[in-house]
């Protein structure tokens, strides 16, 4: 069984979808978190896998932060990375350990509304389709390979909170499919 990590910084609801679906070919074993006081870690405690919180604030610069993810990661064996919600650029020490192996989710429809507070973002531009990406992830911010997308309509009463909620619907089915998706076909390619 493929041995993975998710790395998240917020509530956690994504990393729980992925640890809670069922026939996924690989199992969660660890979880990095960059936020002490972030709600996933909780979450995470009932989960079958290690939760290493690494906050980039006690390193002295992003290399040896990233550094001792991957020393974690490497006790771990850990061979994928699913970010959920993890909020921060991964940099040359993560991926090039990992290339091709690092996935995201964001919510828009890349690459309209990269980077931070997509939602918001769409609801300012008056979009009447926003959605949700799965790509690799590479040095860029949202800039990798497109693997799945999903549109979502934005209404006309829609509130930052009711956008949310309904693209996190399609998030908690999207993302555990994509990653069964891309692990079955890498294992036949390999
Ligand atoms: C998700 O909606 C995810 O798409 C987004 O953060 C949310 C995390 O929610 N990610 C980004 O905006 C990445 N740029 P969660 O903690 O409940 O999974």
Redesign the pocket.
């Known amino acids: 069984m493929i041995s993975a990590a998710i790395f ?10 992925i640890v809670q679906a069922s026939e996924l070919p690989c199992t969660i074993q660890l979880l990095v978190c960059d936020k002490p006081e972030a709600p ?1 870690i909780s979450k995470a405690k009932e989960w079958d896998a290690e939760v290493f919180v690494c906050d980039p604030k006690t390193f002295e610069d992003k290399q040896a932060y990233e550094q001792a993810i991957l020393t974690k990661l490497q006790e771990k064996h850990i061979e994928w990375i699913f ?5 921060r650029l991964i940099g040359p020490t993560l991926l090039e350990a990992y290339p091709e192996r690092i996935l ?4 828009s429809l890349l690459p309209a509304f ?6 918001g973002q769409a609801l300012s531009a008056g979009v009447k389709v926003s959605g ?1 990406t799965i790509h690799f992830v590479d040095a860029g911010m ?1 800039t990798g390979n497109i693997i799945a997308q999903e549109a979502v309509p934005v209404l006309e009463e829609d509130t930052h909170h009711t956008l ?1 909620q309904r ?2 619907a399609i ?1 908690h089915r999207l993302y555990p499919e994509t990653i069964s998706y891309i692990l079955k076909e890498r294992d036949r390619k390999e």
């Open positions: 998240a910084s917020g509530s956690g609801s994504n990393a729980e979808a996933v970010l959920a919600g993890y909020m995201n989710i964001h919510p990269a980077g931070k507070d997509a939602i949700v949202d949310h693209i996190q998030e």
